[in-house]
Each structure stands twice: as C-alpha cells, then as structure tokens.
C-alpha cells in the first residue's frame, strides 16, 4: 500500500480503530490475569495446541472464512480440518489424553484459518491477498468477540459486587413479570421442551453462521464484501454490551428469585426462592450483594440482541431463512424468560439496543445524513430513558402497570417504526423504465 493511499480518510479511519481495538484486548488481557484468569489473546494462542473451549465456533469461523474461497478449496480445507482433528484424536486416545477441559475437535478449523493467513501473506498479492487475510480475520474475529464477551463477563461477577435485581424485578410488575409466567410455561413442557429451548439458546452463533454465510456467498465470485452484514452487528453487539453491564449490573430472575443455575448462584444468594412460582413482592428496592461467580449480564438482554440481528438480516433471505429466522428469535425470546436468565424489561432495552447499533453501522456505510442522526439518537435516548425508569421509578411502574407497560412497548415500538421507516427510505429506487417515444404517423 503506497504512502498516498494510507492518507484516504476512510484508511486512516479503520487503522486507528484497529489500534485502539488492540489496545483494548492488551487491557483486557492484563485485567483478566490480574483476576487471575487467562486473557483473550492468551487463549485464543493457547487453542493452537491445546484442547479448544470453543470447537463448534471455530468450525463456524472457519465456514464464515471459506466465503471467500472457490468450492475446491473450501472441499480442501474443510477435509484437512476434519483429518487434523481426527490424527489429534487418535494421538490423545494413544496416549489416553482426553480432551480435558475443552472440546476433542476444533483445532483443525482454527489450524486451516491460520495457514490460509500464511498462504495469503507468502503465496498471494495484490487484491487476492487482501480478501484471504479479510476471510480470515472475519473468521478469527467470529471467534475472538466470543472469548471477549467470556472475560468481560467474568470481569462484571468479579467487580461488580452488587446487583440491581430488586430494581429491574419491580419494574418487571409493568410487563406483568413476564419471566415468571413464561418460566411456569417452559416447566410445563416437561424435558423434552426444556432440551428443545437449550439448545437453541446455546447454539445461538450457528444461526449467526447461516445467515451470514448466505450473505456472503458472493464474496468469492465478486472479490469482494458487501458493505453490511450480520457479523459486524454481532461483534459490536459483543462488544458494547458488556459496558452496560458495568453500569447496570444484574443476574437474572432464576439466580436473584430462584434456585441458580450451572452450579452458580443458589438459594444462599438469592433474596426470596420464588421463581417462577410466585412473583416478586412490590416493595422499596435495593441493591444487594450477589457471589463472585454468576456474570451480571442481564441489562440489556444480548441474546435478544442478537436472536434481533439474526431476525433482521434474515428479511432479505429466502422464505426458508426469514421462517428460521423468525422462529430462532421467537424461541430465543422464550428461553431466556422460561429459563429465568432475564426479565421482561430487559428484553425490551436488548431490542431498542440492538436497532440503535444497526442503525449507526448503515449510516456509517451510507453516510450520516439528518435522517441517520435523528434515529440513532432516537435509538440511544430511548435506551438510556429505559435505564433510568428501570433504576429511578421502579415502584411507579409496579403500582402502575397499565400506564409503564403500554408506555414501555409503545417506547420499543417508536423505535422499532423509526428504524423500519427510514431503513426503508435508503433503500436503493428502482430506476424507471423509459418509455419509447410515439413515433409520427406514416402518412
């Protein structure tokens, strides 16, 4: 790249958040071993010869990079990952090593990602060169935002002593305490409907996968990205969620009302053992301390945040796409209230949260126009105004539920019709037809 073209705004832009991006995983990483876990970066390392934690989304990574392949190669890599693994496997079952503490496969994905990173640097130039190293970063980035997402939310349980529960609970009066009645529903359906909600809850990237790899199953034959795509929503997402938490620190209905979950949390901790029996009583809030363990990641809700994305980017897909993705989101929406991880208000700030960001990443594309600016701060005001009722009006919203909980959902519906409307309106026109010309009769 000559010195003129490093001079572009657009250059200079992405290298100085790249920097502070790095700059940011540095510090990231020195925190976490101060609480004396292993950082992002340190992990992520670590997976080069270790057993992976993260077997599935490297594979996943791996198919977001193979995009920017021809199908040759993505047969090619995809059988060395799986031949990786499978020597790997039977080295460990050799030596009776078991894959203790991570997944037995996953390192041939992330083994492929990296020498298609050395190919790219030694054996391609130019154009060709720049889209491999784009494939992979995009890959590796899939997984990385998931391993920073982990430390921050071991950073929250572990300096963020005391939780907002009681707060979020008694606005929760405003929706009808959701949580509570969607979590009778949800023990109802017995194991098989529990199984059902488990894994689409947990499996919530490989819907992320799909979508994104239909979005980009051009990239190969076009050479290049385009502009939008879900992934971007997804790391930012990632990203800026956790600060939240830093401000609005809460565990959940099951861990703060009921008996905890994974091992987590318990009766010992939690104020009253009432999820989801019995809702929580209407009383003056407070906060209250809660164990080092259980991450406070309720505020907003980042599953909604996403299984919203997902639902978004799945609008311009195929009829089957658009089902999945409606279907994901609906049956996200009812793991994370059934299972107890979040309160209804939540779920509505993850929404309002996940629009805002989708907003601001079209415009920075486009360009920030009237319209741009004037939703995004619509977006953010909304968010923020949501916070401070959540934390400052509680009790009013408990006492005066069919006044907050139709304000609540006209608040998330404001937002919800701005972005479709003005979403609408960048929309490329479709350029009308020309019309021949009447020609003079023939006399």
């Not at 496997?89 to 894959?99: G, Q």
């Not at 496969?105 to 030694?122: S, Y």
């Not at 049956?331 to 989708?358: C, K, R």
């Not at 907003?359 to 594309?365: N, S």
């Amino acid at each position: 790249m000559t010195f003129a073209a490093w001079r572009r705004p657009r250059v200079i832009l992405w290298a100085a958040a790249s920097v502070v991006f790095l700059g940011f995983l540095i510090a990231l990483e020195i925190t976490a071993r101060r609480l004396g876990v292993t950082g992002p970066l340190v992990s992520q390392v670590r997976e080069v010869i270790f057993p992976p934690k993260s077997g599935f989304l490297l594979y996943g990574g791996m198919a977001l990079m193979m995009v920017v392949l021809t199908w040759r190669q993505r047969l090619i890599g995809a059988g060395v990952a799986v031949g990786i693994d499978a020597v790997i496997l039977l080295v460990r079952w050799v030596l009776d090593a078991p894959a203790t503490g991570g997944h037995p496969f996953g390192t041939g994905a992330l083994w492929v990602m990296l020498g298609c990173a050395v190919i790219a640097v030694t054996r391609r130039t130019g154009a060709e060169r720049a889209l491999l190293l784009k494939g992979v970063g995009l890959g590796l980035a899939l997984v990385a935002g998931r391993k920073i997402g982990d430390i921050w939310l071991f950073i929250t349980a572990k300096t963020r002593p005391m939780v907002l529960d009681q707060y979020v609970a008694t606005a929760d009066h405003a929706l009808g305490n959701p949580s509570w009645v969607v979590g009778r529903i949800v023990e109802a359906s017995g194991p098989v409907g529990n199984h059902v909600l488990d894994v689409i809850y947990a499996q919530l990237a490989v819907a992320a996968v799909a979508v994104a790899m239909y979005q980009l199953r051009h990239v190969a034959t076009e050479r290049r990205f385009p502009v939008h795509h879900l992934v971007r929503t997804f790391l930012v997402i990632g990203l800026l969620g956790p600060a939240v938490y830093m401000i609005f620190p809460v565990v959940g209905p099951v861990f703060a009302y009921g008996p905890g979950a994974s091992g987590t949390g318990g009766p010992e901790w939690a104020l009253l053992n009432l999820w989801p029996n019995t809702p929580s009583p209407v009383n003056v809030p407070h906060s209250m301390i809660y164990d080092g363990i259980t991450p406070r990641n309720c505020m907003p809700s980042l599953h909604t945040a996403w299984a919203t994305a997902i639902f978004i980017h799945s609008r311009k897909g195929p009829r089957a796409l658009r089902i999945a993705g409606t279907f994901w989101l609906i049956a996200t929406l009812t793991a994370t209230l059934g299972f107890g991880y979040h309160y209804g208000v939540d779920l509505v700030a993850g929404v309002v949260f996940t629009l805002t960001i989708e907003a601001a990443l079209r415009a920075f594309d486009r360009g920030w126009d009237r319209s741009a600016i004037q939703l995004v701060v619509h977006g953010a005001a909304v968010f923020a105004a949501l916070l401070v009722a959540y934390r400052f009006l509680p009790l009013e919203m408990a006492r005066h539920p069919w006044v907050f909980g139709p304000l609540l959902i006209l608040a998330m519906l404001s937002v919800i019709h701005g972005y479709i409307r003005t979403t609408r309106q960048w929309e490329p026109k479709a350029a009308p037809a020309l019309q021949a010309e009447p020609q003079p009769e023939m006399v």
